[in-house]
């Protein structure tokens, strides 16, 4: 097929040239492109560590790694999807509101272009100017949200705008379809007894750490294609999700999450879904020596390009 793809590895070698997502042109057009690849490296929400600023980079460079061919999903990619990196968005260090309108105005024009974004965060908040992008050109939109929080605080340090509020304030703004969202993963110690029960009276579906890894997986795959059915749907993967001992470059770790194998597994199963858009956040690459947190972080978003090919394919056999 006709489109942007990588550089074929057995070509050049995969450690040179400069590092854009699995070394794919970097294009800022919508023309001829299925799928963009978007950076956002913003960290200012964060209430702890900070330093996903630098997660966009560590993704794409580790990501030189990734070949063509997806054998467990058996699609070739790029036979099906055109797909660019298309770059950072522009943000305002320390400014959140003016990068919030930086994020949502650099977003939709990828949008109106028919282009599904995959954006490289930066820190959970950045979801929010996201989302009101997403809900501008597609309305609104069932939320998956895999983490270890539900991040539907009302206020941290007395501001509205944070790491730890983007879906509440997603909700109040009415930019998901809350009876099709669900969120996935919480764990760890939580302020207060109805830590978890606000985010179920927002409307959430909402499935434990021990609850998912006691009833297992597929169960879990399962209960998230019921919940969104056939709205168009937009996954909101945090890094944290997965235990630190698979992911330790990340803001606000919690153990007791899952292997990067169950972490695949989970992505592999949303194949059915109407995806609309992605992001994978929280990934603080100096917080992790072996960059094996921005090696797993690569490999989940090829998982979600994988998923739009697959779709194509099926599309294009009828
Ligand atoms: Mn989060
Ligand atoms: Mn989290």
Redesign the pocket.
Known sequence: MKGYRPVDPRESPRFAGIKTFMRLPHVKTTEGVDVAIVGVPFDTGASYRVGARFGPEAIRSVSALLRHHNEVLDVSIFDHCSVVDYGDLPVNPGYIEDSYKMIEGGLLPILDGGVTPIMLGG??SV?LPELRAMAKTHGPVALI?F?????TGDKRFGRRYT??T?FRRAVEEELILVDHSIQAGMRGSVYSRDSLDDARKMGFDLVTSVEAQERGIDELIRRIRDRAGDAKAFV?F?I?FVDPAYAPGTG?PEVGGFTSREALRVVRGLRDLDLVGFDL??VLPQYDPSQITALLAANIVYEFISLIALRKKYESEG
Do not use: K
């Open positions: 820190d959970h979801t949200h983490d270890s929080h539900t991040d790491h730890g983007p909101s945090d944290d606000t956040v929280e």
